[in-house]
């Protein structure tokens, strides 16, 4: 059964940079769609970027959009956050997570259309 595994997350300073990555185990993105979101403490969690299965199209949220980069690797196992300039609000536990579409250029934000989530990774941006 496909499992996601977010890694890359840790502490970097405002105006820094992290990378984090979604890998899939059990199985390979080709026919996915993935998601970004992030959960700050006490605030709901929210989407900052997807991508859809054919790679064509990203979605990037507006507070993010400028600093941050979606991208699926060529093995269509892993799909990459990359982020940059990154600020205090930044902060917070970033979920990947996965939906099988049959429209290959669909792409979402909403939580609520995707049912596979790996565990979380935790960033803080802070000096």
């Known amino acids: 059964q496909l499992q996601l595994v977010e890694s890359g997350g840790g502490v970097a300073q405002p105006g820094g940079s992290l990378r984090l990555s979604c890998t899939a185990s059990?199985?390979?993105?080709?026919?996915?769609?993935i998601a970004w979101f992030r959960q700050a403490p006490g605030k709901e969690r929210e989407g900052v970027a997807c991508?859809?299965?054919?790679?064509?199209?990203?979605d990037i949220e507006d507070s993010v959009k400028g600093r941050f980069t979606i991208s699926k690797d060529n093995t269509k196992t892993t799909v990459n956050l990359e982020m940059s300039s990154l600020k205090p609000e930044d902060t917070g536990v970033y979920y990947c997570?996965?939906?099988?579409?049959?429209?290959?250029?669909?792409?979402?934000?909403?939580?609520?259309?995707?049912?596979?989530w790996g565990q979380g990774t935790q960033v803080t941006v802070s000096s």
């Open positions: 997570a996965e939906r099988i579409s049959s429209n290959h250029l669909w792409c979402s934000l909403s939580r609520s259309y995707f049912s596979r």
């Open positions: 059990g199985g390979t993105l080709g026919y996915s769609t």
């Open positions: 991508i859809s299965s054919n790679a064509e199209r990203a």
